[in-house]
């Protein structure tokens, strides 16, 4: 699919629609990320599309940061439709217009290809950046299940549409980006198919309502990351996360927040 599909499923899972005329911009760069440039409408400026990130955030009737109207939970999407310094004027799916701190709204999404061995990194449309990844031990399959010694062949790692429901600063491996997978549908499978409880189910199922950490420890797997120590050689050797190079680790790290969605195909 292009990437110009891809948003849109990214975008309309997220509760929003891509403008309908945005056309897509990609760079070339192979390491660096854009130069800062006055964007396109529709793609990065007036009428852009973005989503709440880092926390919920409160949306206002006046810029100056009074008269709050209402309470935007994580990942809600927004239409940007001016922005200053401190507060940006946004409009909501339902229609309404108000203001909300400038630095609560992102952009930016990754994307994760398999087979290609690549992470993306993008802003709004634009291809910011694309870095040579390590994949899991089983790079080709989708995950069913968690993984072990005695079962390489699932340290897989899951397909689909995820986000980053943490930031691990501390990880044994440099710093980690940790996505919100198992989700419902993942338990869903898994309790259909006898290998996780009712009351596991039900646990995953209210972390994803709630915006939080999904129980890790289950026969589904967990932990699934994009996390430095990388080779930058494109190889396959993690147990179902992403590894890229500290060097990248350290530019994405202040990019990505929480709430990123994450595409891994």
């Not at 309309?12 to 911009?25: D, E, I, K, V």
């Not at 709004?124 to 079962?151: E, H, I, L, P, W």
């Amino acid at each position: 699919m292009r990437t110009t599909g891809w948003l849109l499923v990214l975008l309309g899972l997220m509760g929003g629609l891509w403008p309908a005329a945005a056309q897509l911009h990609v760079s070339t760069d192979t390491g660096r990320a854009l130069p800062s440039t006055a964007p396109p409408s529709g793609l990065d400026g007036a009428g852009a599309l973005f989503y709440v990130a880092g926390g919920a955030a409160t949306l206002h009737n006046v810029p100056r940061g009074e008269a709050p109207v209402r309470r935007l939970p994580l990942r809600t999407p927004l239409t940007r439709l001016s922005c200053g310094k401190k507060r940006c004027r946004v409009r909501t799916d339902a229609g309404r217009e108000g203001y909300v701190a400038a630095d609560a709204l992102s952009n930016v999404w990754l994307r994760v290809s398999k087979s290609r061995r690549r992470l993306y990194v993008y802003r709004g449309a634009t291809r910011a950046q694309t870095v040579r990844a390590d994949m899991a031990y089983n790079s080709f399959a989708d995950k069913q299940r968690n993984g072990s010694q005695g079962r390489p062949d699932h340290w897989r790692t899951p397909e689909g549409i995820f986000y980053v429901v943490h930031k691990n600063p501390r990880s044994r491996f440099y710093k980690a980006l940790v996505l919100n997978y198992p989700k419902v549908e993942d338990a869903r499978r898994g309790l259909n198919n006898g290998l996780i409880s009712r009351a596991q189910y039900e646990a995953i199922e209210q972390a994803q309502e709630e915006h939080r950490m999904p129980p890790m420890n289950t026969p589904l797997g967990g932990w699934i990351e994009i996390h430095g120590d990388g080779t930058g050689d494109a190889t396959a050797w993690t147990q179902g996360c992403v590894a890229v190079p500290n060097s990248v680790m350290d530019r994405l790290w202040p990019q990505v927040r929480v709430g990123t969605p994450v595409l891994v195909e």
